[in-house]
């Protein structure tokens, strides 16, 4: 059974930075999993945020493109979102998201995915 369990989240003023964690534990296949980070904020559905496939190519939404930069540690099995100049907007519940393997198309779509972690806040104010 996958497990993952998101750590880093919190509060910050717009422009702030903050680093968001993920670990993986369970995942059996000898292939690197696709990992990604989604969000979602009261009354908005969950929205892809940035993904990194097997091969380690990484896509991210338009509008965190310059400002989030997603990285994985493969031999832990971890995910990393560095997110900096962060906005109003940007607040969320941050979740991440891992499977084998994830079509191309699917990769910052939620239905991508089977596995999930809890989330973790992050609440940037003005």
């Known amino acids: 059974r996958v497990e993952l369990v998101e750590s880093g989240g919190g509060s910050v003023q717009s422009g702030g930075s903050l680093r968001l964690s993920c670990a993986a534990t369970?995942?059996?296949?000898?292939?690197?999993?696709?990992m990604a980070w989604f969000r979602q904020a009261p009354g908005k559905e969950r929205e892809g945020v940035a993904a990194?496939?097997?091969?380690?190519?990484?896509y991210y939404e338009d509008s965190v493109k310059g400002r989030f930069i997603i990285s994985r540690d493969t031999a832990k099995n971890k995910v990393y979102l560095q997110m900096n100049s962060l906005k109003v907007e940007d607040t969320a519940m941050y979740y991440c998201a891992a499977d084998i393997p994830v079509p191309e198309e699917w990769l910052l779509l939620a239905p991508g995915y089977d596995n999930w972690g809890q989330g973790t806040q992050v609440t940037v104010s003005s």
């Open positions: 990194i496939d097997s091969d380690g190519n990484i």
């Open positions: 369970g995942i059996t296949s000898s292939d690197y999993p696709c």
